[in-house]
C-alpha cells in the first residue's frame, strides 16, 4: 500500500511541475512560421480542427506542381507559412510564394539564374523587418534576401543580394564547396547559419557564422574547427599541408530565444571514415555546443562520439524540452543521433540527465588510424538495436536468412565503434541512423517525443588510394581526385548504388566532357557542387571518369604525404533481393514518454511494396524526413519506401488513416490554419536515397 502511495504522490508532483512549466509554452503553437515548426525544433502544432475522431475524413485539399523534377532531385522542404502565404522551394531551388489556402502561385524566384539551381534545400528563414518582410534562401554557395511580398531580390543586402558563403572561411573562396542544405535561424537582427561542406578529403571547414540580417555583414565566427589558441585546438595532431574540414552543422539549429543561446550539432571531421590525418578526440566534431547567439562565444560543449570513423554525424538540431528527473523539472535538450539514442542534456549546463557508460572499444587495423580508445554508451533513451550478431538476422524466407548468415561471416564485427577496416566491418546501426535530420516530435503539453528510426545495418570497407605522385602530375591526378572526393557514393569502380548514386559506367554515351563538367561544378540532385577544382583538375577528374585508367606513374611518394584510404562505396548490408539483412522492422515510429523516460509505443513505419505483395508486411522500411505531433491526438509522418502519407494515433500508434502520395514525402510536414480551417501539407518530391522515383508536388490536406 505504501508503495502504491508513494508512486501516485510521485505521479501528482510530476504533473505539478509539467503544469507549471506551461507557461514557458506560450508561444503560439498555431503556427508554422519557422523551419521545424518553431525556434525549439518541437515539431509541434497546437491545432485540433483534425483529430482522431475526424481524421478518417482527410483529403487533398490543393496539390501544387513546381514542374522543375529531373530523375534524381530530391524535394525535402518542410514549408513556412506567414499570414495566407507559404514558402516553398522546388528541386531545381526555385522559391515560390503560395496562397496557402488555395496552392496557386503568388510569385516565384528563380535561383537557378546565378547558375546555382541545385542540391538539397529543407526550408527557407522568415525574417520580420518591420517592412515587408523577407526570405533567406539557400541556394548553392550563396545565401539569398528575397522580399516577402514581392519575390524580388533585396539589393542592399550582401552583394547584390545575396552572401557568399565560401567567404569569411580563412581559406582561398576559389577553393571551397560549400552550400546550406537546412535553413538558418534567426535571433534579433542575426541569421546564424551552419554549412553543407562535402564529405571527401577535401571538404571545407564547417565553421558556425552569424549575419546581419538587414546588411549581410558577418558579425561572429565560431570555429568548429579550432583555431590555434583556441580552446579545443589541443585536441587535434595537427599535420603540416593537411586538409581539414567537415565538422560543420548540416542539420539546422535551436534557439532558446529568453537565454540568447542557440545550439549547434555537428558532424563529423573529414574524411568521414578514416581518421589518419587528424589524430585526437577531434573537437568539435559531433557535438551538441551551446554559444550565445549575440556573439558566438561558446557556453558549453558535449561530445557525443570521439574521433569519429563510422560518419556518426549528430543529424539535426536538438529539440528544447522539459523533463522530471528526480522530482525537479530541467530544462533540457533532446538531441537525436544516428547510433539510435536520444541524449538528454541540462539545456544550461550540458550535463547528461542520465547516467551513461564509458567502454572501451576495439581497435583500428588500418594502416594510420588510430581508433579513440573509449566511446560513451548509453547516452540517453536507446531506441534501436546496438551493433548485429547472428540471431539478429532477416527472417523474411529462409533462403534470405542462409544469405545473410553467409554474408554475415565475412565482416569484422565486434559490437557498436568496431573500426571500418580492410575486409570490411559490420555496423549496426548505420551511417542513415537510428535518427536523421527529420529530428523528432516533441509534444510540450502531454511531454511526450516521438521520432521516426531506422534500424539498419552497413559494411564499412576500405581501400587504400595510390599516393597521387609527386608535382604537378600529383596536383592533376584525376583518379586521386575521383577516390578522395567522389567514390563516396559512386563507388571505387565507378558501378554506384542502384536507383541511388547512378553508376558512371558509359557516362560518355549520355554527356559530352563539357555538360559533365558543368554537372561537377555546379551539382545536382543528391550531388554536391564541386567548385574547388582548377581546369585542369577538372579535365584530369572528367578523364578518369569517363576512362576509369589509373595513371602508370601513380605510386610516387613525396616525402611526408600520408596514406589515404576511401570507402569502397555506400553499402548496406542487405539480402540477395537488395532488402535490409538485419532483423525487421526496419524503420519504425516511436512514442517516447519523458515523465517516466520510457518507450510508451514502437511501431513499424512502412512496408516494401515487392513484399507486400507476397503478403509480407509490418516490417517498416528505411524512412527519411521527420513527424509532426498535434494537439488532435495524431501524428503525421511520410517518409517510408511505399510512399504513403499517414496518420497514427498519438496513444497507441494505430494507422487512423493513410493516403498514396505521387511520390515520397521525404521531408517533414507542416500543420498550420488559414481562416479557420486547419491543413496539412507535405512534400512529395520522392528520388531519396531509398531510390524512388522523383516527383515535383506540395499536396495539402484538410476535412471537407
Not at 558549453?300 to 556518426?312: E, K, L, P
Not at 611526408?560 to 519504425?588: C, H, N
Not at 513499424?604 to 488532435?632: H, M, W
Request: net charge negative.
Amino acid at each position: 500500500m505504501k508503495n502504491h502511495k508513494l508512486k501516485f504522490l510521485q505521479y501528482v508532483g510530476i504533473c505539478i511541475l509539467l503544469f507549471s512549466c506551461k507557461e514557458e509554452y506560450n508561444q503560439d503553437f498555431t503556427q508554422w512560421d519557422t523551419y521545424r515548426g518553431s525556434k525549439d525544433a518541437a515539431q509541434f502544432s497546437g491545432l485540433k480542427q483534425i483529430n482522431r475522431e475526424n481524421v478518417n475524413l482527410l483529403q487533398p485539399a490543393w496539390e501544387f506542381h513546381t514542374g522543375d523534377n529531373g530523375p534524381r532531385t530530391p524535394m525535402e522542404c518542410n514549408p513556412i507559412v506567414i499570414g495566407n502565404t507559404m514558402y516553398v522551394t522546388s528541386p531545381q531551388l526555385d522559391l515560390i510564394a503560395l496562397d496557402a489556402a488555395t496552392g496557386v502561385q503568388t510569385w516565384r524566384f528563380t535561383s537557378s539564374s546565378f547558375n546555382e539551381g541545385s542540391g538539397i534545400n529543407r526550408g527557407v528563414t522568415y525574417f520580420d523587418d518591420g517592412a515587408e518582410g523577407r526570405i533567406f534562401m539557400p541556394a548553392g554557395p550563396y545565401l539569398f534576401a528575397v522580399n516577402a511580398k514581392s519575390g524580388e531580390l533585396i539589393s542592399d543586402f550582401g552583394v547584390e543580394g545575396k552572401i557568399d558563403l565560401r567567404q569569411d572561411l580563412g581559406k582561398d573562396p576559389s577553393r571551397l564547396s560549400i552550400a546550406l542544405s537546412t535553413p538558418g535561424i534567426i535571433y534579433g537582427d542575426l541569421i546564424i547559419v551552419g554549412s553543407a561542406t562535402g564529405e571527401g578529403y577535401d571538404a571545407s571547414p564547417g565553421h558556425v557564422r552569424a549575419y546581419n540580417a538587414r546588411s549581410g555583414n558577418l558579425e561572429w565566427i565560431f570555429h568548429t574547427i579550432p583555431q590555434p589558441g583556441e580552446y579545443g585546438h589541443d585536441t587535434w595532431e595537427w599535420v603540416e599541408g593537411e586538409n581539414y574540414g567537415g565538422t560543420n552543422n548540416w542539420g539546422g539549429m535551436s534557439l532558446d530565444e529568453e537565454k540568447g543561446w542557440v545550439f549547434v550539432a555537428t558532424g563529423s571531421p573529414t574524411y568521414d571514415f578514416y581518421g589518419g590525418n587528424r589524430l585526437g578526440e577531434n573537437l568539435y566534431g559531433n557535438c551538441v555546443i551551446a554559444l550565445d547567439a549575440r556573439t558566438g562565444e561558446r557556453k558549453w560543449h558535449y561530445q557525443a562520439v570521439t574521433h569519429d570513423i563510422w560518419d556518426y554525424d549528430l543529424p539535426c538540431a536538438p529539440t528544447l524540452a522539459n523533463i522530471p528527473i528526480e522530482g525537479k523539472l530541467i530544462k533540457a535538450l533532446v538531441q537525436p543521433t544516428k547510433m539510435g539514442e536520444l541524449i538528454l542534456l541540462d539545456r544550461y549546463t550540458g550535463q547528461p540527465l542520465l547516467p551513461e557508460d564509458k567502454r572501451p572499444v576495439p581497435p583500428s587495423y588500418v594502416p594510420g588510424e588510430r581508433a579513440h580508445p573509449s566511446q560513451k554508451f548509453n547516452q540517453g533513451i536507446v531506441l534501436v538495436p546496438q551493433g548485429l550478431d547472428s540471431t539478429y538476422l532477416t527472417d523474411i524466407s529462409h533462403e534470405a536468412n542462409a544469405f545473410a548468415r553467409k554474408e554475415f561471416k565475412k565482416y569484422r564485427n565486434e559490437g557498436l565503434y568496431t573500426p571500418p577496416s580492410i575486409e570490411g566491418t559490420l555496423t549496426m546501426p548505420a551511417t542513415r541512423g537510428g535518427s536523421l535530420w527529420g529530428g523528432v516530435s516533441y509534444d510540450p503539453v502531454n511531454n511526450k517525443l516521438y521520432a521516426n528510426v531506422n534500424e539498419l545495418a552497413m559494411i564499412l570497407q576500405l581501400r587504400q588510394v595510390q599516393p597521387a605522385g609527386v608535382g604537378e602530375k600529383a596536383k592533376v591526378s584525376g583518379y586521386h581526385s575521383y577516390m578522395l572526393n567522389c567514390s563516396n557514393c559512386h563507388g571505387a569502380d565507378r558501378k554506384g548504388l542502384a536507383n541511388v548514386y547512378p553508376s558512371l559506367i558509359g557516362l560518355g554515351e549520355r554527356m559530352n566532357k563539357e555538360e559533365i563538367k558543368g554537372l561537377i561544378r555546379g551539382g545536382k540532385g543528391l550531388m554536391p557542387s564541386f567548385t574547388q577544382f582548377e581546369d585542369k583538375q577538372l579535365d584530369a577528374l572528367v578523364s578518369f571518369v569517363l576512362d576509369g585508367k589509373v595513371p602508370e606513374d601513380i605510386g610516387e611518394q613525396k616525402e611526408g604525404q600520408m596514406d589515404k584510404y576511401i570507402m569502397t562505396g555506400f553499402r548496406l548490408f542487405v539480402d540477395e533481393e537488395g532488402f535490409p539483412a538485419s532483423k525487421p522492422p526496419w524503420g519504425t515510429l516511436n512514442a517516447i514518454d519523458l515523465n517516466t523516460l520510457t518507450i510508451q509505443w514502437k511501431v513499424p513505419l512502412g512496408d516494401y511494396p515487392t513484399l507486400t505483395e507476397r503478403g509480407i508486411s509490418g516490417k517498416g522500411t528505411q524512412n527519411f524526413g521527420g513527424c509532426v505531433a498535434t494537439a488532435g491526438g495524431l501524428v503525421f509522418m511520410g517518409g517510408s519506401a511505399d510512399e504513403m502519407f499517414r496518420a497514427f494515433d498519438a496513444e497507441t500508434g494505430e494507422v487512423l488513416w493513410s493516403y498514396k502520395l505521387p511520390a515520397g514525402g521525404y521531408a517533414v510536414p507542416a500543420v498550420y490554419e488559414v481562416e479557420g480551417k486547419q491543413y496539412v501539407v507535405i512534400a512529395a518530391g520522392g528520388a531519396n536515397r531509398i531510390g524512388t522515383p522523383s516527383g515535383d508536388s506540395f499536396i495539402a490536406f484538410s476535412l471537407p
